[in-house]
């Protein structure tokens, strides 16, 4: 399988997300890489 993406973003945190976000409205295609099975790191772990 093959996959085409302009920028790959490791790790699917508020940084990661907010990057991957900015990126994509500029028009490209982005994927993000997470190990964890959520988003959001800490804001969703219950840490905040």
Do not use: H, W
């Not at 920028?7 to 295609?29: E, L, W």
């Amino acid at each position: 399988m093959i996959y085409d993406f302009d920028v790959v973003v490791a790790g699917a945190g508020p940084a990661g997300i907010s990057s991957a976000i900015a990126v994509a409205r500029q028009g490209f295609k982005v994927a993000i890489l997470e190990r964890l099975g959520c988003v959001g790191g800490n804001l969703t772990g219950g840490c905040v």
